[in-house]
């Protein structure tokens, strides 16, 4: 089986951005310490979209993703699911990864209505 190739560019002109968002709880100590990391790569990557999810907040939501460690983020767009996972709380690390994004698998019912619901109502999800 061999290794898909990176994609050359994130969002091509007049594609959808990607949401890079942040699956987290208020409690985890963790989570709070990322959250300015995970904004100074929001600025560092200004082509992509994020958000930060409370998942108690929107368990609605966010339970179909069955998150079990923190940080955990989700990576996906119009075109599919390119990162679905738990990532080292690192600037560095996150913004490789955002960087060297794989071809997008179909998005989970799950990710499609988790976008929905940002796009619909982006000031629930301080975006």
């Not at 089986?1 to 050359?8: D, F, H, I, L």
């Not at 929001?42 to 108690?56: G, M, Y």
């Not at 990532?87 to 955002?98: C, E, H, I, K």
């Amino acid at each position: 089986m061999s290794a898909v190739p990176p994609s050359p560019a994130v969002n091509r002109p007049g594609a959808d951005p990607l949401w890079v968002i942040c699956l987290c709880a208020e409690w985890c100590g963790t989570c709070r310490d990322f959250r300015p990391l995970s904004e100074q790569v929001a600025r560092s990557h200004p082509t992509l979209r994020s958000a930060w999810v409370a998942i108690e907040d929107h368990a609605d939501i966010a339970d179909e993703f069955d998150v079990e460690t923190f940080p955990t983020l989700l990576v996906a767009g119009a075109d599919g699911t390119r990162f679905l996972g738990p990532v080292l709380p690192n600037t560095q690390t996150v913004s490789r990864m955002l960087t060297a994004l794989a071809t997008p698998q179909p998005a989970a019912p799950e990710v499609r209505a988790l976008l929905q619901a940002i796009e619909s109502a982006p000031d629930d999800f301080e975006v």
